[in-house]
């Protein structure tokens, strides 16, 4: 790739859904998943706020996704509720580094006036006009239609199953819009 580090699409990834498919059935699974127990922020939050008395939260994570991003050349952005907790108990599972990651602020689960995804504006914002791939289970098509109008054509919004993660098949799409730039 030749383009500059500043001049890279960003890509805005989401954990729970595209890398710990929270849907998925249990039993056997041809990729790589392995299931850690964590303790995230937010979670001891709706658990009473102690840490030594919240339950664990599995997160199961493919370590195959960490170099299949690194891969794709773009610069990568946490864009979940797990903010700075995913450098510190997602990123280092993956093999990614330290990555920037989008404060929510007041936007953390505040309902939409336009009734799009809570995350869709804080999103758009973030990017600051450059491109970008969103890659979360929870975008529709009013978040797509929302994006198109304000950011034109360079932007991809992926929706990725909870039941089955990132697959081969979403990384060709992401890959595919890639090569655009
Ligand atoms: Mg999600």
């Avoid at 006009?129 to 009013?142: K, L, M, T, V």
Wanted: glycine share 8%; proline share 9%.
């Amino acid at each position: 790739m030749t383009a500059s580090r500043s001049r890279r699409p960003l890509l805005l990834l989401d954990v729970d859904g595209p890398l710990n498919p929270f849907g998925r059935q249990p039993g056997p699974c041809a990729e790589r998943y392995a299931s850690h127990m964590l303790r995230p922020r937010n979670w001891v939050e709706r658990h009473g706020g102690v840490i030594e008395e919240a339950p664990a939260l599995r997160v199961d994570l493919n370590p195959a996704h960490g170099p299949a991003l690194t891969a794709l050349g773009c610069e990568l952005v946490w864009a979940t509720t797990w903010m700075d907790q995913a450098n510190a108990m997602i990123g280092p599972v993956l093999g990614l580094p330290r990555l920037p990651f989008i404060d929510w602020g007041d936007a953390l689960f505040s309902p939409d006036p336009a009734g799009l995804h809570w995350k869709t504006r804080a999103v758009v914002a973030y990017a600051a006009g450059r491109p970008f791939a969103w890659i979360d289970d929870e975008i529709e098509a009013s978040d797509r239609d929302w994006v198109a109008a304000e950011c034109g054509p360079s932007v991809l919004l992926h929706a990725v199953s909870d039941e089955v993660g990132l697959t081969d098949d979403d990384f060709t799409v992401i890959q595919a819009w890639v090569q655009e730039f």
